[in-house]
Protein backbone atom coordinates (compact mmCIF):
# COMPACT_ATOMS: atom_id res chain seq x y z
CA UNK A 1 0.00 0.00 0.00
CA UNK A 2 1.31 3.40 -1.11
CA UNK A 3 1.77 6.13 1.75
CA UNK A 4 3.15 10.02 1.23
CA UNK A 5 3.26 11.55 4.42
CA UNK A 6 3.97 15.42 4.64
CA UNK A 7 5.20 17.26 7.59
CA UNK A 8 7.05 19.84 8.35
CA UNK A 9 4.29 22.87 7.90
CA UNK A 10 3.01 25.17 10.44
CA UNK A 11 3.06 29.06 10.77
CA UNK A 12 5.59 31.36 10.11
CA UNK A 13 5.94 34.89 9.39
CA UNK A 14 6.82 36.39 6.54
CA UNK A 15 10.16 36.27 5.24
CA UNK A 16 10.83 33.01 6.56
CA UNK A 17 11.84 29.43 5.88
CA UNK A 18 10.19 26.39 6.20
CA UNK A 19 11.04 22.51 5.37
CA UNK A 20 8.63 20.79 3.91
CA UNK A 21 9.26 16.28 3.82
CA UNK A 22 7.55 14.07 2.29
CA UNK A 23 8.30 10.19 3.25
CA UNK A 24 6.86 7.65 0.82
CA UNK A 25 6.37 4.19 1.98
CA UNK A 26 4.85 1.39 -0.90
CA UNK A 27 7.09 2.41 -3.68
CA UNK A 28 10.81 3.43 -4.17
CA UNK A 29 11.12 7.27 -4.67
CA UNK A 30 13.54 7.21 -6.78
CA UNK A 31 11.19 5.63 -9.53
CA UNK A 32 8.73 7.69 -9.40
CA UNK A 33 8.81 11.95 -10.67
CA UNK A 34 7.63 13.08 -7.16
CA UNK A 35 5.37 16.12 -6.98
CA UNK A 36 4.67 19.03 -4.59
CA UNK A 37 1.55 21.10 -4.93
CA UNK A 38 -0.36 23.35 -3.08
CA UNK A 39 -4.46 24.47 -3.01
CA UNK A 40 -6.46 27.34 -0.56
CA UNK A 41 -10.14 27.36 -0.40
CA UNK A 42 -11.71 27.96 -3.56
CA UNK A 43 -8.88 27.57 -6.09
CA UNK A 44 -7.91 24.48 -7.68
CA UNK A 45 -4.43 22.58 -6.69
CA UNK A 46 -1.71 24.43 -8.03
CA UNK A 47 1.75 23.31 -9.27
CA UNK A 48 5.11 24.16 -7.18
CA UNK A 49 8.07 21.74 -7.97
CA UNK A 50 8.57 18.21 -9.57
CA UNK A 51 11.58 16.33 -9.31
CA UNK A 52 13.31 15.71 -13.10
CA UNK A 53 14.54 12.09 -14.09
CA UNK A 54 17.83 11.60 -12.69
CA UNK A 55 20.65 11.45 -15.35
CA UNK A 56 19.60 12.27 -18.55
CA UNK A 57 18.95 16.09 -18.40
CA UNK A 58 15.88 16.33 -17.16
CA UNK A 59 15.85 18.70 -14.12
CA UNK A 60 14.05 19.74 -11.40
CA UNK A 61 10.89 21.88 -12.59
CA UNK A 62 9.59 24.83 -10.21
CA UNK A 63 6.59 26.84 -11.15
CA UNK A 64 7.78 30.60 -11.80
CA UNK A 65 6.16 32.21 -8.69
CA UNK A 66 8.25 30.01 -6.37
CA UNK A 67 11.62 30.28 -8.07
CA UNK A 68 14.27 31.32 -6.53
CA UNK A 69 12.86 30.77 -3.77
CA UNK A 70 11.56 26.95 -2.73
CA UNK A 71 14.41 24.24 -3.91
CA UNK A 72 12.42 20.45 -4.30
CA UNK A 73 15.28 17.98 -3.27
CA UNK A 74 14.95 14.49 -2.36
CA UNK A 75 16.86 11.70 -0.17
CA UNK A 76 16.80 7.99 -2.52
CA UNK A 77 18.06 6.73 1.04
CA UNK A 78 15.63 7.55 2.93
CA UNK A 79 12.82 7.45 0.98
CA UNK A 80 12.10 11.25 1.60
CA UNK A 81 11.20 14.41 -1.06
CA UNK A 82 11.65 17.79 0.32
CA UNK A 83 10.38 21.10 -0.56
CA UNK A 84 12.90 23.52 0.67
CA UNK A 85 10.80 27.44 1.30
CA UNK A 86 12.26 30.65 1.97
CA UNK A 87 11.76 33.96 1.42
CA UNK A 88 7.43 33.12 2.21
CA UNK A 89 5.15 35.35 1.56
CA UNK A 90 1.49 35.84 2.68
CA UNK A 91 0.07 34.53 -0.67
CA UNK A 92 2.36 31.28 -0.14
CA UNK A 93 -0.05 30.54 2.32
CA UNK A 94 -2.04 27.14 1.74
CA UNK A 95 -2.15 23.35 1.94
CA UNK A 96 0.74 21.72 0.57
CA UNK A 97 0.34 18.00 -0.95
CA UNK A 98 3.05 15.92 -2.16
CA UNK A 99 2.58 13.49 -5.22
CA UNK A 100 4.01 10.69 -6.82
CA UNK A 101 4.08 9.90 -10.52
CA UNK A 102 4.76 6.48 -11.96
CA UNK A 103 5.26 7.30 -15.44
CA UNK A 104 8.63 8.95 -14.78
CA UNK A 105 9.48 8.69 -18.82
CA UNK A 106 7.22 11.32 -19.39
CA UNK A 107 8.56 14.79 -19.62
CA UNK A 108 7.91 18.81 -19.99
CA UNK A 109 6.47 21.80 -17.44
CA UNK A 110 2.68 20.78 -19.16
CA UNK A 111 2.80 16.86 -17.95
CA UNK A 112 4.56 17.51 -14.81
CA UNK A 113 2.63 20.14 -13.73
CA UNK A 114 -1.19 18.82 -14.27
CA UNK A 115 -1.93 17.03 -10.72
CA UNK A 116 -3.99 14.10 -13.38
CA UNK A 117 -0.51 12.90 -13.67
CA UNK A 118 0.32 11.92 -10.59
CA UNK A 119 -0.82 8.69 -9.32
CA UNK A 120 -0.73 8.91 -5.27
CA UNK A 121 -1.33 11.72 -2.97
CA UNK A 122 -0.25 12.91 0.59
CA UNK A 123 -2.90 13.80 3.00
CA UNK A 124 -1.37 17.29 2.89
CA UNK A 125 0.54 20.11 5.18
CA UNK A 126 -0.27 23.73 6.26
CA UNK A 127 1.62 26.23 5.89
CA UNK A 128 0.38 29.70 7.06
CA UNK A 129 2.54 32.97 6.55
CA UNK A 130 1.68 35.75 8.33
CA UNK A 131 2.61 39.23 7.76
Known amino acids: QVQLVESGGGLVQAGGSLRLSCAASGLTSSNFRMGWFRQVPGKEREFVAA??????????YHEDVVKGRFTISRDNDKNTVYLQMSSLKQEDTAVYYC??????????????????????WGQGTQVTVSS
Open 99 to 120: AANSRWYFSGYTYVSNPGSYDY
Open 51 to 60: TGRNGDGDTD
